[in-house]
């Protein structure tokens, strides 16, 4: 798929772009794969009763965060993830599917059909790495391009899990140098490391802002994103 020829939109943030294809409004929904729980909070300000789904690390920042309402945070994994059959409205999976080991793809899948209600939604958004976007620096943390194209095929082919496909698209969000940096601090612990990994990126943002005729500072990064929506035949 050629992505420089497909339309995208840029948006401020996930919320912004889901929205217009999912109503979160007193929806009852399921986070695999929260991280520090932005999107749950998120969804709890749009009128969701939301849940995060993530390890044990990941929940314990999460739950440092001031509360929005009764949003809620759970220790589980997408492959058995701790709620209830048929309790979501929709269950996410925002850039946290491709970080399934392949053969654990499919039951994973069962396990979303398992707690969705009848017509409920699958939502996923996961990152696309273009040369020239985001995955330019995303990329010297760790190569993702292969596991995204094999969580893809997998999403792709939802009939494989009782699933049809009811929407794709895809978009993009700004990100900056300083945006990387937290990203490092919250997925490499040696601090060694991260300034390895800042002082390359640093060199990339610099290429990548003179061939842009523009500084540093104000050098954005397009962070490039697919949705999918897949809902149960009926």
């Known amino acids: 798929m050629n992505f420089a020829e497909m339309p995208m939109k840029r948006v401020q943030s996930h919320g912004e772009y889901l929205s217009r294809h999912f109503d979160f409004a007193g929806a009852a929904a399921v986070d695999v794969g929260c991280g520090t729980g932005d999107f749950v909070r998120w969804m709890t300000e749009q009128g969701a009763a939301a849940t995060g789904i993530d390890t044990i690390e990941m929940i314990a920042r999460a739950v440092e965060a001031p509360r929005i309402g009764n949003e809620k945070y759970l220790v589980g994994t997408a492959q058995a993830v701790p709620v209830e059959d048929g309790c979501a409205d929709a269950a996410l999976y925002i850039a946290s599917f491709h970080h ?121 990064y397009r962070s490039i994103c697919r949705m999918n929506i897949l809902r149960q035949h009926d």
């Open 100 to 220: 399934i080991p392949e053969l654990e793809m499919p039951r994973a899948l069962a396990e979303c059909g398992r707690i969705l209600k009848p017509g409920g939604a699958a939502i996923f958004v996961e990152p696309v790495g273009e040369t020239g976007s985001y995955y330019e620096v995303v990329r010297l943390v760790e190569d993702e391009r292969e596991i995204q194209a094999k969580a893809y095929a997998a999403i792709g082919a939802p009939e494989n899990a009782g699933f049809r496909m009811t929407a794709e698209g895809t978009y993009y969000l700004e990100r900056s140098f300083q945006d990387y940096l937290r990203l490092l601090d919250l997925f490499v612990g040696d601090a060694s490391a991260r300034l390895d990994i800042a002082a390359a990126a640093r060199a990339v943002t610099e290429r990548l802002s003179r061939a842009a005729d523009t500084s540093f500072e104000s050098y954005r």
